[in-house]
Structures are given as C-alpha cells and as structure tokens.
C-alpha cells in the first residue's frame, strides 16, 4: 500500500511540475519584452535595407513602430513570442542569401547577353525580382503521417534547400559562362568593333 503512495505522489508531482511549466509557457511574460522588442526592431530595420524581402509594408515584421512590437510582445505566450522571433530570423536568414543568389544570377545573366551566349529560359532571366523571388519561394514539403489519417507537412530547412536547388543553378550557370567564354573571348559589341575596323 505504501508503494502504491508513494507511486501516486510522484506522479502528481510530475503533473504539477509539467502543469506548471505548461501555463508559464503559456502566459506572456513581459520581463522578456524589452529585450525581444530590441530584436525584432533591429531585424526590421535590416529587413528594411534590404528593400523589404517580398514583405508587405503593413507586415509587422518590417514595422518600426517600438509600441506596435511591444503590444505583439505583450500579447503573446513565451512559447509564441519565441516562435515568432524564430520566423523573422529565417525570413532575414533566407533574405540575406537570397539577396546574394539574385545578384550573382543576374550578372551571370546580363554577362550571357554582352557575350552573345545565346542562353534562354528562366535561369538567364535579366530580370532581378524573378531570380529573388524564386529563391524567397522554395519550399519543399511532403506530408508526415500516422496512421494514415492525421498528417502535418514536413519541409525542408534553407540549408537543404540551397543544397538541392539554388546552389546547383548558381553552378550551371557558373559552368555555362565559363564554356561560352573559351569562344566568345569578348562583348559582342567588341567584335562588331574589331570586324569593322578590319
């Protein structure tokens, strides 16, 4: 009988103990604000030099309205004040490389132009917007089962996807210059030039 006692005190401690923790995390905490709202408020400023990041400019990620960030701060569980940092660090995060990846298609792209390549199709584009906003866009997700009845999507993180998508057309286009280069030396504009004068 004392066994038994003693089983049922641990286990109402350990749901105290997880009841406990589960309506903290469930409450907003505004020790936590100041320095959170720092954050945020520096992110939307970088977010905002780097031309908004496909962002709406009534998206509160971008605001730089200390009161409007504070009352989202307020208004929110530790666990969803955190999630939300999250979500505005992997827009940055994706935003930073994706801001490198169109500047490096877009030379590659214009570079296919001056030399007279030839290059066509989406991946020579000289348009800067559709090479960002591809890569702002990739998303790969596949469902995650049990049971075959309650499925939530699986995606793959930034990293992944630079791996299996962007890296390879920064290469293939990489690759592809290099090879029309060896046999057009020079701008097109150069070698009407030169055929001119000889």
């Not at 992110?43 to 031309?51: D, K, P, S, T, V």
């Not at 792209?109 to 020579?124: E, I, K, M, Q, S």
Request: with cysteine.
């Amino acid at each position: 009988m004392g066994f038994i006692f003693r089983c049922l005190g641990f286990g109402l401690w350990i749901l105290a103990l997880w009841s406990s923790t589960a309506f903290s995390q469930g409450i907003p905490n505004p020790r936590l604000c100041p320095e959170v709202v720092g954050e945020w408020l520096a992110h939307a400023q970088e977010l905002r030099q780097l031309g908004g990041c496909g962002l709406e400019a009534g998206n509160s990620f971008v605001s730089l309205d200390r009161k409007v960030q504070t009352e989202i701060c307020l208004a929110g569980s530790d666990d969803a004040t955190e999630s939300r940092s999250t979500d505005i660090r992997e827009t940055l995060g994706n935003c930073r490389y994706c801001k490198a990846y169109a500047n490096s298609a877009l030379g590659a792209a214009r570079d296919n132009v001056l030399y007279g390549c030839g290059f066509t199709g989406d991946r020579w584009t000289t348009r800067y917007d559709d090479h960002f906003n591809w890569c702002m866009n990739l998303r790969d997700c596949k469902p995650i089962c049990v049971l075959f009845v309650f499925c939530t999507p699986a995606c793959l993180d930034r990293q992944s996807l630079q791996n299996i998508y962007s890296d390879p057309e920064t290469s293939a286009r990489t690759q592809a210059m290099a090879e029309c280069r060896i046999s057009n030396p020079e701008p097109s504009s150069c070698k009407s030039c030169h055929q001119r004068n000889g």
